[in-house]
Protein backbone atom coordinates (compact mmCIF):
# COMPACT_ATOMS: atom_id res chain seq x y z
CA UNK A 1 0.00 0.00 0.00
CA UNK A 2 1.82 3.02 -1.18
CA UNK A 3 1.27 6.46 1.24
CA UNK A 4 2.83 9.43 -0.23
CA UNK A 5 2.44 10.94 3.73
CA UNK A 6 4.65 8.13 4.98
CA UNK A 7 6.95 8.69 1.76
CA UNK A 8 7.24 12.44 3.08
CA UNK A 9 7.73 11.72 6.61
CA UNK A 10 10.98 9.48 5.91
CA UNK A 11 12.00 11.83 3.62
CA UNK A 12 11.78 14.71 5.81
CA UNK A 13 13.98 12.19 9.07
CA UNK A 14 16.37 11.33 6.65
CA UNK A 15 16.74 14.91 5.17
CA UNK A 16 16.99 15.98 8.81
CA UNK A 17 19.73 13.11 10.23
CA UNK A 18 21.80 14.48 7.39
CA UNK A 19 21.42 17.73 8.06
CA UNK A 20 22.33 17.47 11.64
CA UNK A 21 24.82 14.38 11.81
CA UNK A 22 26.48 15.78 8.48
CA UNK A 23 26.09 19.52 9.07
CA UNK A 24 29.27 20.12 6.07
CA UNK A 25 30.69 18.00 3.07
CA UNK A 26 28.88 14.15 2.32
CA UNK A 27 25.82 12.96 4.15
CA UNK A 28 23.90 10.15 3.91
CA UNK A 29 20.60 8.75 5.92
CA UNK A 30 18.26 5.67 5.64
CA UNK A 31 14.74 5.64 7.61
CA UNK A 32 13.06 2.32 8.56
CA UNK A 33 9.23 2.35 8.69
CA UNK A 34 7.54 -0.28 10.56
CA UNK A 35 4.01 -1.72 10.27
CA UNK A 36 3.46 -0.57 13.95
CA UNK A 37 4.47 3.34 12.44
CA UNK A 38 7.63 3.62 13.87
CA UNK A 39 10.41 4.87 12.17
CA UNK A 40 14.10 3.67 13.10
CA UNK A 41 16.81 6.02 11.19
CA UNK A 42 20.42 5.12 10.71
CA UNK A 43 23.69 6.34 9.12
CA UNK A 44 26.71 4.50 7.91
CA UNK A 45 29.44 3.31 9.98
CA UNK A 46 32.95 5.26 8.66
CA UNK A 47 35.70 2.58 8.91
CA UNK A 48 38.93 3.21 7.53
CA UNK A 49 38.65 -0.59 6.33
CA UNK A 50 36.29 -0.28 3.77
CA UNK A 51 35.44 -3.86 4.09
CA UNK A 52 34.49 -3.16 7.43
CA UNK A 53 31.86 -0.91 6.45
CA UNK A 54 27.92 -1.67 6.47
CA UNK A 55 25.12 -0.28 4.12
CA UNK A 56 23.46 3.07 5.80
CA UNK A 57 20.14 1.13 5.91
CA UNK A 58 21.53 -1.91 8.11
CA UNK A 59 21.24 0.10 11.75
CA UNK A 60 17.46 1.01 11.22
CA UNK A 61 16.87 -2.98 9.82
CA UNK A 62 18.89 -4.27 13.28
CA UNK A 63 16.72 -1.71 15.17
CA UNK A 64 13.68 -3.06 13.43
CA UNK A 65 14.48 -6.59 14.06
CA UNK A 66 15.11 -5.80 17.72
CA UNK A 67 11.82 -5.30 18.60
CA UNK A 68 10.48 -7.86 16.24
CA UNK A 69 8.25 -5.27 13.99
CA UNK A 70 7.61 -5.97 10.84
CA UNK A 71 9.41 -3.19 8.21
CA UNK A 72 7.25 -1.50 5.22
CA UNK A 73 9.24 0.66 4.11
CA UNK A 74 12.79 1.67 3.58
CA UNK A 75 14.55 4.69 2.16
CA UNK A 76 18.21 5.68 1.80
CA UNK A 77 18.96 9.25 1.00
CA UNK A 78 22.61 11.13 0.03
CA UNK A 79 23.79 14.03 -0.81
CA UNK A 80 27.32 14.93 -2.06
CA UNK A 81 27.57 18.32 0.07
CA UNK A 82 26.00 20.37 1.47
CA UNK A 83 24.46 22.69 -1.41
CA UNK A 84 23.90 19.56 -3.27
CA UNK A 85 20.47 18.23 -3.98
CA UNK A 86 19.51 14.98 -2.39
CA UNK A 87 19.51 11.61 -3.82
CA UNK A 88 17.47 8.53 -3.65
CA UNK A 89 19.47 5.25 -3.54
CA UNK A 90 18.20 2.25 -4.49
CA UNK A 91 18.73 -0.65 -1.70
CA UNK A 92 21.90 -2.66 -2.93
CA UNK A 93 21.21 -6.22 -3.22
CA UNK A 94 22.65 -7.54 0.12
CA UNK A 95 19.90 -4.63 1.42
CA UNK A 96 17.96 -6.34 -0.63
CA UNK A 97 18.13 -9.90 0.60
CA UNK A 98 17.88 -7.93 4.37
CA UNK A 99 14.74 -6.17 3.43
CA UNK A 100 12.75 -9.71 1.87
CA UNK A 101 13.18 -10.85 5.91
CA UNK A 102 10.07 -8.83 5.99
CA UNK A 103 8.34 -9.90 2.50
CA UNK A 104 8.61 -9.47 -0.87
CA UNK A 105 5.94 -6.42 -0.17
CA UNK A 106 7.92 -4.42 1.42
CA UNK A 107 8.15 -0.98 -0.14
CA UNK A 108 11.49 1.06 -1.09
CA UNK A 109 12.93 3.78 -2.42
CA UNK A 110 14.46 3.64 -5.24
CA UNK A 111 16.81 6.12 -7.89
CA UNK A 112 15.09 7.76 -10.68
CA UNK A 113 16.14 9.94 -13.37
CA UNK A 114 14.44 13.49 -11.90
CA UNK A 115 16.10 12.41 -8.47
CA UNK A 116 12.09 12.14 -6.95
CA UNK A 117 11.57 10.06 -4.44
CA UNK A 118 9.76 6.84 -5.80
CA UNK A 119 9.17 3.37 -3.59
CA UNK A 120 8.34 0.04 -5.33
CA UNK A 121 7.73 -3.46 -3.88
CA UNK A 122 10.66 -5.48 -3.69
CA UNK A 123 8.91 -8.01 -5.89
CA UNK A 124 9.28 -5.80 -8.53
CA UNK A 125 12.71 -4.73 -8.15
CA UNK A 126 13.52 -8.42 -7.78
CA UNK A 127 10.56 -10.38 -10.16
CA UNK A 128 13.27 -13.41 -10.65
CA UNK A 129 14.03 -13.61 -6.72
CA UNK A 130 15.66 -16.95 -6.07
CA UNK A 131 12.58 -17.31 -2.86
CA UNK A 132 10.08 -17.93 -5.95
CA UNK A 133 11.72 -21.53 -6.34
CA UNK A 134 10.07 -22.48 -3.44
CA UNK A 135 7.03 -23.22 -1.58
CA UNK A 136 6.35 -20.11 0.88
CA UNK A 137 5.85 -22.87 4.13
CA UNK A 138 9.35 -23.87 3.04
CA UNK A 139 10.74 -20.56 3.77
CA UNK A 140 8.75 -19.50 6.59
CA UNK A 141 11.35 -21.00 9.08
CA UNK A 142 13.13 -18.05 7.96
CA UNK A 143 11.21 -15.49 8.56
CA UNK A 144 8.90 -16.57 12.07
CA UNK A 145 8.35 -13.24 13.58
Not at 34 to 53: G, K, L, P, R, W
Request: proline content about 4%; aromatic content about 10%; charged content about 25%.
Amino acid sequence: MRSKAIENKMFQLARELIEKRYPKGWGGAAVIRTQEDHYFTSVAIETANSSASLCIEVGAMCEAHKYNEKVTHCLCIIRDDENSPYKVLTPCGICQERLRYWGDDVQVGVTTPNSEPLFVELRELQPYHWTTAYDAAELEHFTDN
